[in-house]
């Protein structure tokens, strides 16, 4: 159908798109305000929003990219300079 209003009525109300569909195919029918049923589906066109796109392949809902500040390296040894191989805190290579 046209702009998905019916689809989007059956989500909102928890019910089969069909169900929304024969109901405005008959109320338009029916003989009586016509025009202000029409003119009731083209509001509805503009004020239901469209369903959001879905992710693209490869990726999953619950994925998320990382947000923020890159991670903080560590401060360099006191006084600036690396220990050397016989202080404290130095590591042994090989």
Known sequence: ???????????????DPTIIRL???????????NLIILVAYLILC?????EAPPPPVGHSANQQTPTGPPPVSPPPAQGGEAPSAG????????
């Open 23 to 33: 109901a405005w195919v008959i109320a338009v029918l029916l003989p009586g305000p």
């Open 1 to 15: 159908m046209l702009c998905g209003v019916a689809t989007g009525m059956a989500n909102y109300l928890n019910v």
């Open 46 to 50: 503009l004020v239901i929003p469209e």
């Open 87 to 94: 202080e404290p805190g130095a590591q042994r290579i090989g």
